[in-house]
């Protein structure tokens, strides 16, 4: 009687055990599937750098070409203050301290050009081009 009951405890371990097993192999199994689900071409272009560096009183890369969309984040590197100011108006930042950031969404394909309001012989250029994979005719 003691025995059956022991060896009943030891099945419940087992089955407990390999049901965790089974289960975390189906979590890797389940996240490659996402991964080859329609929507991979899209995260494709979401994994672009978009982050321009200021050093050296100047931005780098000075320009950058990026999918419709994309949120820059400029960072100042350099001890000095700077601003990223777009040339038409379409964004402006405030003083950028050191380590500071601004960031900027481009939702319409374009160039864009800007400068740095302080420095004004600091220039640069994000383009950005329209991701749509099957381009409408508009
Ligand atoms: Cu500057």
Not at 48 to 56: A, G, H, L, V
Not at 75 to 98: G, L, M, Q, R, Y
Not at 100 to 109: A, C, D, I, L, R
Request: charged content about 20%.
């Amino acid at each position: 009687m003691k025995v059956a009951l022991c060896s009943l405890v030891l099945e419940i371990l087992f089955v407990a055990v390999v049901g965790q097993i089974a289960r975390s192999q189906d979590g890797p199994g389940s996240s490659v599937h996402d991964m080859a689900s329609p929507g991979g071409a899209q995260s494709k272009t979401n994994s672009q750098p978009s982050r321009i560096t200021i050093k050296d009183f100047s931005f780098g890369p000075a320009t950058v070409t990026v999918p419709t969309g994309t949120k820059i984040t400029w960072v100042n590197k350099d001890d000095e203050p700077h601003k990223v100011v777009s040339v038409d108006e379409v964004f402006k930042s405030t003083a950028i301290d050191t380590d500071g950031e601004f960031s900027f969404v481009f939702n319409k394909p374009g160039t864009y050009k800007y400068f740095c309001s302080v420095h004004p012989r600091m220039v640069g250029t994000v383009v950005v081009e329209d991701s749509k994979p099957n381009g409408s005719m508009k």
